[in-house]
T-cell receptor, first 111, second 115 residues
Framework: AQSVTQLDSHVSVSEGTPVLLRCNYSSSYSPSLFWYVQHPNKGLQLLLKYTSAATLVKGINGFEAEFKKSETSFHLTKPSAHMSDAAEYFCVVSELNDMRFGAGTRLTVKP | DTGVSQNPRHKITKRGQNVTFRCDPISEHNRLYWYRQTLGQGPEFLTYFQNEAQLEKSRLLSDRFSAERPKGSFSTLEIQRTEQGDSAMYLC?????????????FGQGTRLTVV
């Protein structure tokens, strides 16, 4: 069965500095991979997704992620953090109609 | 608003009582999912429907839990004889299909507190 490990439970950055949220996955098939964001009192929102096309995926709000099969990783990055990026981020692996979430990474952005 | 709608948003109940939550998916979506999220954890899969058929249930879904999706439209999740360990956020999601790369759209959830 597929699984996801988010390597950091909490990441803190200063506004304007780069963001890196790490995700490793395990899958028996060629999975689809997603990043979702959850703001307080809001529903989960899709940031970006990887299927089997380009390995570098661009999402909303300046986020992007790179699929690296050899490293089984799908890290999320953003060149410059904004205060509004503070939220919980979930990496998700999907295979055969089954979406599995990581435990989440809480991103804090300091002024 | 044409997003996924969940009601109620919050529910406080006494231990041992039954509760029922409702999810209205995006109208053209044929798949509907239920997840449970506890504090500090990612959502855990509970069950999913393809139209009105319940195709998969997690082992997390004890016999006190039951879900229905009559006519393939809205869905209900019922918890009987609630326990304090049932306290969590219950999330509903819908999608058109789960082919490669099809994302699910999530509702805002129902927060259950069992006292």
């Amino acid at each position: 069965a597929q699984s996801v490990t988010q390597l950091d439970s909490h990441v803190s950055v200063s506004e304007g500095t780069p963001v890196l949220l790490r995700c490793n996955y395990s899958s028996s098939y060629s999975p689809s991979l997603f990043w979702y964001v959850q703001h307080p009192n809001k529903g989960l929102q899709l940031l970006l997704k990887y299927t089997s096309a380009a390995t570098l995926v661009k999402g909303i709000n300046g986020f992007e992620a790179e699929f690296k099969k050899s490293e089984t990783s799908f890290h999320l990055t953003k060149p410059s953090a904004h205060m509004s990026d503070a939220a919980e981020y979930f990496c998700v692996v999907s295979e055969l109609n089954d979406m599995r979430f990581g435990a989440g990474t809480r991103l804090t952005v300091k002024p | 608003d044409t997003g996924v709608s969940q009601n109620p948003r919050h529910k406080i109940t006494k231990r041992g009582q039954n509760v029922t939550f409702r999810c209205d998916p995006i109208s053209e979506h044929n798949r509907l999912y239920w997840y449970r999220q506890t504090l500090g954890q990612g959502p855990e899969f509970l069950t999913y429907f393809q139209n009105e058929a319940q195709l998969e249930k997690s082992r997390l879904l004890s016999d006190r839990f039951s879900a229905e999706r009559p006519k393939g439209s809205f869905s209900t999740l019922e918890i009987q004889r609630t326990e304090q360990g049932d306290s969590a956020m219950y999330l509903c999601a819908s999608s058109l299909s789960m082919g490669e790369g099809t994302e699910a759209f999530f509702g805002q959830g129902t927060r259950l507190t069992v006292v």
